[in-house]
Protein backbone atom coordinates (compact mmCIF):
# COMPACT_ATOMS: atom_id res chain seq x y z
CA UNK A 1 0.00 0.00 0.00
CA UNK A 2 0.69 3.89 -0.74
CA UNK A 3 -0.02 7.20 0.35
CA UNK A 4 -2.03 9.14 -1.43
CA UNK A 5 -3.57 12.51 -0.61
CA UNK A 6 -5.95 12.84 2.71
CA UNK A 7 -8.57 15.66 3.15
CA UNK A 8 -9.39 14.44 6.40
CA UNK A 9 -9.12 17.43 9.28
CA UNK A 10 -6.70 15.51 12.24
CA UNK A 11 -7.46 16.32 15.61
CA UNK A 12 -4.85 18.03 17.50
CA UNK A 13 -1.48 16.16 17.76
CA UNK A 14 -2.31 13.61 14.92
CA UNK A 15 -1.31 13.63 11.46
CA UNK A 16 -3.49 12.18 8.87
CA UNK A 17 -3.25 9.26 6.29
CA UNK A 18 -4.80 7.57 3.70
CA UNK A 19 -2.92 4.29 2.53
CA UNK A 20 -4.06 2.29 -0.51
CA UNK A 21 -3.26 -0.46 -3.12
CA UNK A 22 -3.70 -3.81 -3.73
CA UNK A 23 -8.02 -2.99 -3.95
CA UNK A 24 -7.55 -1.84 -0.25
CA UNK A 25 -8.06 0.84 1.47
CA UNK A 26 -6.78 2.69 5.40
CA UNK A 27 -7.09 5.79 6.81
CA UNK A 28 -5.28 6.09 9.93
CA UNK A 29 -4.50 8.80 12.54
CA UNK A 30 -0.64 8.92 13.75
CA UNK A 31 0.38 10.86 16.72
CA UNK A 32 2.75 13.06 16.39
CA UNK A 33 5.70 13.44 18.80
CA UNK A 34 4.57 16.11 21.03
CA UNK A 35 2.10 13.40 22.27
CA UNK A 36 4.39 11.76 24.30
CA UNK A 37 5.41 14.99 26.29
CA UNK A 38 3.32 16.01 29.07
CA UNK A 39 2.56 19.35 27.96
CA UNK A 40 1.64 17.90 24.40
CA UNK A 41 -0.55 15.00 26.17
CA UNK A 42 -2.71 17.88 27.44
CA UNK A 43 -3.22 20.04 24.90
CA UNK A 44 -4.02 17.26 22.72
CA UNK A 45 -6.57 15.86 24.85
CA UNK A 46 -8.14 18.59 25.94
CA UNK A 47 -9.36 18.89 22.70
CA UNK A 48 -10.77 15.69 22.47
CA UNK A 49 -14.13 14.38 24.39
CA UNK A 50 -13.58 12.67 27.13
CA UNK A 51 -15.65 9.83 28.58
CA UNK A 52 -15.27 8.20 32.32
CA UNK A 53 -12.23 8.40 34.35
CA UNK A 54 -9.13 9.72 32.73
CA UNK A 55 -5.71 10.62 34.06
CA UNK A 56 -5.40 14.10 36.19
CA UNK A 57 -2.07 16.25 36.14
CA UNK A 58 0.00 13.94 33.96
CA UNK A 59 3.13 14.62 34.90
CA UNK A 60 5.91 12.03 32.15
CA UNK A 61 5.06 9.98 29.07
CA UNK A 62 6.52 7.25 27.45
CA UNK A 63 5.41 5.55 24.44
CA UNK A 64 6.07 2.06 22.72
CA UNK A 65 4.25 0.44 19.58
CA UNK A 66 2.85 -2.80 19.29
CA UNK A 67 0.75 -4.34 16.08
CA UNK A 68 -2.89 -2.60 17.45
CA UNK A 69 -1.16 1.04 17.64
CA UNK A 70 1.02 3.46 20.24
CA UNK A 71 0.65 2.08 23.72
CA UNK A 72 1.18 5.43 26.07
CA UNK A 73 2.11 4.98 29.74
CA UNK A 74 1.07 7.91 31.24
CA UNK A 75 2.31 9.27 35.29
CA UNK A 76 -0.10 11.34 36.41
CA UNK A 77 -1.26 13.25 39.83
CA UNK A 78 -3.55 10.35 40.42
CA UNK A 79 -1.02 7.54 39.56
CA UNK A 80 -0.18 5.61 36.54
CA UNK A 81 -1.96 4.96 33.32
CA UNK A 82 -1.90 2.86 30.07
CA UNK A 83 -3.09 4.52 26.98
CA UNK A 84 -3.88 2.94 23.74
CA UNK A 85 -4.61 4.39 20.77
CA UNK A 86 -6.52 3.66 18.10
CA UNK A 87 -5.25 4.57 14.70
CA UNK A 88 -7.31 3.04 12.59
CA UNK A 89 -10.72 2.90 14.65
CA UNK A 90 -12.25 0.38 16.79
CA UNK A 91 -16.07 -1.20 17.34
CA UNK A 92 -17.52 1.00 19.99
CA UNK A 93 -15.90 0.52 23.12
CA UNK A 94 -18.02 2.24 25.95
CA UNK A 95 -21.21 -0.40 25.58
CA UNK A 96 -19.23 -3.34 25.74
CA UNK A 97 -16.87 -2.05 28.89
CA UNK A 98 -20.26 -1.24 30.19
CA UNK A 99 -21.82 -4.44 30.23
CA UNK A 100 -18.42 -6.55 30.74
CA UNK A 101 -18.33 -9.04 33.78
CA UNK A 102 -16.38 -7.75 36.83
CA UNK A 103 -13.75 -10.11 36.05
CA UNK A 104 -12.92 -8.41 32.99
CA UNK A 105 -10.14 -5.59 32.14
CA UNK A 106 -12.03 -3.13 30.51
CA UNK A 107 -11.25 0.74 29.53
CA UNK A 108 -11.86 3.20 33.10
CA UNK A 109 -12.56 5.77 29.84
CA UNK A 110 -11.24 7.29 26.75
CA UNK A 111 -11.46 10.31 24.36
CA UNK A 112 -13.53 10.65 21.48
CA UNK A 113 -12.57 12.34 17.60
CA UNK A 114 -15.89 12.95 15.59
CA UNK A 115 -17.93 10.68 18.22
CA UNK A 116 -16.10 7.43 17.57
CA UNK A 117 -13.14 6.02 20.24
CA UNK A 118 -9.61 7.39 19.36
CA UNK A 119 -7.60 6.82 22.58
CA UNK A 120 -8.50 4.28 25.81
CA UNK A 121 -6.95 4.85 28.94
CA UNK A 122 -6.97 2.26 32.09
CA UNK A 123 -5.22 2.14 35.24
CA UNK A 124 -1.93 0.19 35.52
CA UNK A 125 -1.99 -2.93 37.19
CA UNK A 126 1.56 -4.26 38.47
CA UNK A 127 -0.38 -7.10 39.64
CA UNK A 128 -1.19 -8.86 36.57
CA UNK A 129 -0.75 -12.01 35.66
CA UNK A 130 0.83 -13.84 32.20
CA UNK A 131 -1.95 -13.87 29.36
CA UNK A 132 -3.19 -17.14 28.03
CA UNK A 133 -1.19 -16.96 25.04
CA UNK A 134 1.89 -17.17 26.38
CA UNK A 135 0.79 -19.81 29.04
CA UNK A 136 -1.03 -22.02 26.58
CA UNK A 137 2.19 -21.81 24.21
CA UNK A 138 4.33 -23.13 27.04
CA UNK A 139 1.66 -26.58 28.34
CA UNK A 140 1.62 -27.79 24.31
CA UNK A 141 5.64 -27.08 23.66
CA UNK A 142 5.99 -29.18 27.22
CA UNK A 143 2.79 -31.26 25.27
CA UNK A 144 1.23 -31.39 28.79
CA UNK A 145 -2.73 -31.94 27.50
CA UNK A 146 -4.40 -31.25 30.72
CA UNK A 147 -3.11 -28.19 31.79
CA UNK A 148 -3.85 -26.90 28.22
CA UNK A 149 -7.05 -28.23 27.96
CA UNK A 150 -8.13 -27.00 32.06
CA UNK A 151 -6.93 -23.35 30.71
CA UNK A 152 -8.90 -23.45 27.13
CA UNK A 153 -11.91 -24.57 29.18
CA UNK A 154 -11.24 -21.35 31.48
CA UNK A 155 -10.91 -18.96 28.74
CA UNK A 156 -14.17 -19.95 26.69
CA UNK A 157 -16.07 -19.67 29.76
CA UNK A 158 -15.10 -16.43 29.98
CA UNK A 159 -16.00 -15.47 26.86
CA UNK A 160 -19.52 -16.71 27.47
CA UNK A 161 -19.72 -14.77 30.61
CA UNK A 162 -19.32 -11.78 28.72
CA UNK A 163 -21.91 -13.07 25.77
CA UNK A 164 -24.49 -14.01 28.51
CA UNK A 165 -24.11 -10.20 29.54
CA UNK A 166 -24.42 -9.27 25.70
CA UNK A 167 -27.51 -10.73 25.20
CA UNK A 168 -29.25 -9.02 28.59
CA UNK A 169 -28.22 -5.88 27.13
CA UNK A 170 -28.83 -6.59 23.05
CA UNK A 171 -29.59 -8.78 20.46
CA UNK A 172 -30.95 -8.33 17.15
CA UNK A 173 -32.79 -11.05 14.89
CA UNK A 174 -29.50 -12.48 12.54
CA UNK A 175 -28.72 -9.92 9.58
CA UNK A 176 -28.46 -12.89 6.68
CA UNK A 177 -28.44 -10.05 3.99
CA UNK A 178 -25.45 -7.68 5.17
CA UNK A 179 -23.62 -10.86 7.06
CA UNK A 180 -23.42 -12.61 3.70
CA UNK A 181 -22.29 -8.88 1.52
CA UNK A 182 -19.40 -8.88 3.58
CA UNK A 183 -18.47 -12.26 2.70
CA UNK A 184 -18.91 -10.81 -1.01
CA UNK A 185 -16.60 -7.88 0.07
CA UNK A 186 -13.86 -9.95 1.27
CA UNK A 187 -13.92 -12.29 -1.26
CA UNK A 188 -13.94 -9.55 -3.84
CA UNK A 189 -11.14 -7.91 -2.71
CA UNK A 190 -9.09 -11.00 -2.34
CA UNK A 191 -10.10 -12.48 -5.53
CA UNK A 192 -10.53 -15.93 -3.77
CA UNK A 193 -11.38 -19.01 -5.48
CA UNK A 194 -13.85 -20.00 -2.65
CA UNK A 195 -17.23 -18.50 -2.43
CA UNK A 196 -19.57 -18.81 0.23
CA UNK A 197 -23.12 -17.68 1.84
CA UNK A 198 -25.22 -18.97 4.58
CA UNK A 199 -28.52 -18.99 5.49
CA UNK A 200 -28.23 -17.79 9.12
CA UNK A 201 -30.34 -18.89 11.77
CA UNK A 202 -31.78 -17.88 14.88
CA UNK A 203 -28.70 -19.16 16.97
CA UNK A 204 -26.42 -16.50 16.32
CA UNK A 205 -28.13 -13.02 16.85
CA UNK A 206 -26.64 -9.91 16.16
CA UNK A 207 -24.85 -8.41 19.54
CA UNK A 208 -22.34 -6.30 20.70
CA UNK A 209 -19.69 -8.59 19.14
CA UNK A 210 -15.71 -8.19 20.43
CA UNK A 211 -14.98 -8.29 16.89
CA UNK A 212 -11.51 -10.06 17.72
CA UNK A 213 -10.91 -12.24 20.24
CA UNK A 214 -7.52 -13.62 21.14
CA UNK A 215 -5.79 -15.90 23.89
CA UNK A 216 -3.72 -12.88 24.66
CA UNK A 217 -6.57 -10.67 25.76
CA UNK A 218 -7.05 -13.22 28.54
CA UNK A 219 -5.34 -13.45 32.10
CA UNK A 220 -6.76 -14.16 35.72
CA UNK A 221 -8.44 -11.12 37.70
CA UNK A 222 -7.07 -10.00 40.85
CA UNK A 223 -9.76 -12.36 42.33
CA UNK A 224 -8.15 -15.61 40.42
CA UNK A 225 -10.83 -15.64 37.52
CA UNK A 226 -10.26 -15.93 34.34
CA UNK A 227 -11.10 -12.13 32.71
CA UNK A 228 -11.25 -10.98 29.25
CA UNK A 229 -9.05 -7.90 28.33
CA UNK A 230 -11.27 -5.20 25.65
CA UNK A 231 -9.23 -3.16 23.78
CA UNK A 232 -8.15 -2.02 20.44
CA UNK A 233 -8.98 -3.80 17.29
CA UNK A 234 -6.76 -5.62 15.07
CA UNK A 235 -5.69 -3.64 11.28
CA UNK A 236 -8.63 -5.74 9.78
CA UNK A 237 -10.87 -3.34 11.05
CA UNK A 238 -9.76 -0.69 9.36
CA UNK A 239 -9.49 -2.10 6.26
CA UNK A 240 -12.45 -4.02 6.04
CA UNK A 241 -14.71 -1.51 8.06
CA UNK A 242 -17.84 -3.00 9.64
CA UNK A 243 -20.55 -0.66 10.20
CA UNK A 244 -23.07 -3.41 12.05
CA UNK A 245 -23.11 -5.78 14.91
CA UNK A 246 -22.29 -9.71 14.16
CA UNK A 247 -22.98 -12.77 16.32
CA UNK A 248 -21.37 -13.96 19.38
CA UNK A 249 -20.50 -17.29 17.49
CA UNK A 250 -18.33 -15.00 15.67
CA UNK A 251 -16.40 -13.80 18.34
CA UNK A 252 -16.01 -17.99 19.04
CA UNK A 253 -15.10 -18.56 15.82
CA UNK A 254 -12.24 -15.71 16.23
CA UNK A 255 -11.01 -17.63 19.44
CA UNK A 256 -10.61 -20.82 17.53
CA UNK A 257 -8.48 -19.72 14.50
CA UNK A 258 -6.36 -17.66 16.96
CA UNK A 259 -5.98 -21.67 18.98
CA UNK A 260 -5.28 -22.68 15.63
CA UNK A 261 -2.19 -19.84 15.20
CA UNK A 262 -0.88 -20.69 18.72
CA UNK A 263 -1.25 -24.94 18.23
CA UNK A 264 1.14 -24.25 14.55
CA UNK A 265 3.75 -21.97 16.20
CA UNK A 266 3.87 -24.55 19.37
CA UNK A 267 4.95 -27.57 16.51
CA UNK A 268 3.31 -29.50 19.59
CA UNK A 269 2.73 -33.06 19.04
CA UNK A 270 -0.92 -32.79 20.83
CA UNK A 271 -3.64 -33.09 18.32
CA UNK A 272 -5.94 -29.87 17.96
CA UNK A 273 -9.45 -31.60 17.89
CA UNK A 274 -9.67 -32.19 22.07
CA UNK A 275 -8.17 -28.57 22.14
CA UNK A 276 -11.11 -27.07 20.08
CA UNK A 277 -13.45 -29.83 22.15
CA UNK A 278 -12.55 -28.54 25.47
CA UNK A 279 -12.67 -24.65 24.22
CA UNK A 280 -16.20 -25.36 22.87
CA UNK A 281 -17.23 -27.25 26.39
CA UNK A 282 -15.86 -24.01 28.39
CA UNK A 283 -17.68 -21.58 26.19
CA UNK A 284 -21.73 -23.95 26.26
CA UNK A 285 -20.33 -23.65 30.03
CA UNK A 286 -21.32 -20.05 30.41
CA UNK A 287 -22.99 -18.35 26.86
CA UNK A 288 -26.51 -18.76 26.27
CA UNK A 289 -27.97 -22.36 25.76
CA UNK A 290 -29.09 -21.07 22.00
CA UNK A 291 -25.93 -19.46 20.62
CA UNK A 292 -24.07 -22.64 21.19
CA UNK A 293 -26.42 -25.47 20.31
CA UNK A 294 -26.17 -28.04 17.68
CA UNK A 295 -27.94 -26.02 15.32
CA UNK A 296 -26.42 -22.57 16.16
CA UNK A 297 -23.37 -24.68 15.42
CA UNK A 298 -24.33 -26.90 12.34
CA UNK A 299 -22.22 -26.03 9.32
CA UNK A 300 -25.27 -26.58 6.87
CA UNK A 301 -26.25 -22.60 8.36
CA UNK A 302 -22.94 -21.22 8.43
CA UNK A 303 -22.23 -22.30 12.16
CA UNK A 304 -18.65 -21.37 13.92
CA UNK A 305 -16.90 -22.59 9.91
CA UNK A 306 -18.21 -20.12 8.06
CA UNK A 307 -16.76 -17.52 10.58
CA UNK A 308 -13.86 -18.97 10.94
CA UNK A 309 -13.50 -18.89 7.13
CA UNK A 310 -13.70 -15.05 7.56
CA UNK A 311 -11.47 -14.66 10.37
CA UNK A 312 -9.03 -16.06 7.93
CA UNK A 313 -9.75 -14.24 4.71
CA UNK A 314 -9.08 -10.89 7.85
CA UNK A 315 -5.21 -12.40 8.23
CA UNK A 316 -5.22 -13.00 4.37
CA UNK A 317 -6.12 -8.85 4.04
CA UNK A 318 -3.50 -7.90 6.42
CA UNK A 319 -0.85 -9.94 5.22
CA UNK A 320 -1.70 -8.67 1.63
CA UNK A 321 -2.09 -5.05 3.15
CA UNK A 322 1.85 -5.55 4.45
CA UNK A 323 3.10 -7.92 2.01
CA UNK A 324 4.31 -10.36 4.97
CA UNK A 325 3.62 -13.15 3.17
CA UNK A 326 1.42 -16.61 3.29
CA UNK A 327 -0.52 -16.48 6.46
CA UNK A 328 -0.91 -20.08 7.97
CA UNK A 329 -3.03 -21.41 9.23
CA UNK A 330 -5.88 -19.33 7.49
CA UNK A 331 -4.54 -19.42 3.49
CA UNK A 332 -4.60 -23.89 4.47
CA UNK A 333 -8.44 -23.00 5.71
CA UNK A 334 -9.66 -21.10 2.65
CA UNK A 335 -7.83 -23.68 0.26
CA UNK A 336 -10.51 -26.08 1.83
CA UNK A 337 -13.24 -24.41 1.80
CA UNK A 338 -14.30 -25.42 -1.96
CA UNK A 339 -13.82 -29.36 -0.64
CA UNK A 340 -16.14 -28.31 2.26
CA UNK A 341 -18.69 -26.53 0.65
CA UNK A 342 -18.63 -29.55 -1.81
CA UNK A 343 -19.69 -31.52 0.84
CA UNK A 344 -22.36 -29.26 2.07
CA UNK A 345 -23.65 -29.25 -1.36
CA UNK A 346 -24.39 -32.96 -2.00
CA UNK A 347 -25.86 -33.79 1.59
CA UNK A 348 -28.61 -31.32 0.57
CA UNK A 349 -29.86 -34.11 -1.64
CA UNK A 350 -30.10 -35.63 1.37
CA UNK A 351 -32.59 -33.17 3.02
CA UNK A 352 -34.36 -32.71 -0.38
CA UNK A 353 -35.02 -36.47 0.09
CA UNK A 354 -36.22 -36.18 3.85
CA UNK A 355 -38.68 -33.02 2.90
CA UNK A 356 -40.11 -35.37 0.18
CA UNK A 357 -40.34 -38.64 2.24
CA UNK A 358 -41.92 -36.86 4.88
CA UNK A 359 -44.73 -34.63 2.48
CA UNK A 360 -45.26 -38.44 1.10
CA UNK A 361 -45.73 -39.44 4.41
CA UNK A 362 -48.36 -37.04 5.46
CA UNK A 363 -50.17 -37.42 2.45
CA UNK A 364 -50.33 -41.32 2.77
CA UNK A 365 -51.23 -40.63 7.25
CA UNK A 366 -53.93 -38.83 5.63
CA UNK A 367 -55.11 -41.47 3.12
CA UNK A 368 -55.16 -43.82 5.67
CA UNK A 369 -56.97 -41.67 7.71
CA UNK A 370 -60.22 -41.38 5.57
CA UNK A 371 -59.65 -45.17 4.58
CA UNK A 372 -59.92 -45.81 8.49
CA UNK A 373 -62.98 -43.45 9.20
CA UNK A 374 -65.05 -44.99 6.45
CA UNK A 375 -64.02 -48.25 8.22
CA UNK A 376 -61.35 -49.95 6.41
CA UNK A 377 -59.08 -50.79 9.42
CA UNK A 378 -55.75 -51.36 7.60
CA UNK A 379 -51.98 -51.54 9.51
CA UNK A 380 -50.52 -47.86 8.18
CA UNK A 381 -47.14 -49.64 6.66
CA UNK A 382 -47.05 -47.30 3.88
CA UNK A 383 -46.79 -43.85 6.02
CA UNK A 384 -44.80 -45.56 8.78
CA UNK A 385 -42.27 -46.22 6.34
CA UNK A 386 -41.82 -43.10 4.90
CA UNK A 387 -41.64 -41.17 7.86
CA UNK A 388 -38.82 -43.92 9.37
CA UNK A 389 -37.32 -42.79 5.67
CA UNK A 390 -37.31 -39.09 6.28
CA UNK A 391 -36.02 -39.29 9.78
CA UNK A 392 -32.90 -41.68 8.53
CA UNK A 393 -32.46 -39.06 6.03
CA UNK A 394 -32.50 -36.08 7.93
CA UNK A 395 -30.27 -37.84 10.50
CA UNK A 396 -27.90 -38.68 7.95
CA UNK A 397 -28.23 -34.93 6.51
CA UNK A 398 -27.30 -33.07 9.88
CA UNK A 399 -24.23 -35.72 10.38
CA UNK A 400 -22.74 -35.22 7.05
CA UNK A 401 -22.01 -31.43 8.69
CA UNK A 402 -18.61 -31.63 10.18
CA UNK A 403 -18.40 -31.63 13.60
CA UNK A 404 -17.21 -28.18 14.98
CA UNK A 405 -14.77 -29.34 17.27
CA UNK A 406 -12.80 -30.69 13.99
CA UNK A 407 -10.19 -28.25 12.46
CA UNK A 408 -11.43 -28.74 8.75
CA UNK A 409 -8.42 -26.55 7.57
CA UNK A 410 -5.97 -29.79 8.50
CA UNK A 411 -6.04 -33.70 9.06
CA UNK A 412 -6.76 -34.07 12.80
Not at 220 to 228: D, L, R, T, V, Y
Request: proline content about 7%; overall charge negative.
Amino acid sequence: MVEVDCEREPPLGFTSHLMRGMRLRLELLEPEESLSTPEGWVEATDELEAWGEVPEGVQAVSVEADERGPVYTLEAADGQWTAEVLPWGSANIRPRARIAPESACVPSGGYLHEGADLILVRRADPTSSADAHSVLLDHLQRDDLDSAQALLHRCGAALGRYHAAAEAEWTNPPDQKRWNERFAELETRLKTASLWRAPFTRGAPATLDLGDVRLSMFAESNSGEMGIRIGPSRPAFGLIETKFDLPAIRDFASLLMDLSRVHLEAKTTLGLTPLRAVLIEGWGSTAPPSWCSARAFSAHTGGVVIWEYEQALLDVVEAVSHQSGRPEPAVSLVERVPTLQKSLFNSRLLSSASWLMGILGFIGASNWLMLALAGNVLFPSMPLILFTACWVLRRRYHAAAPPPELPFHRDD
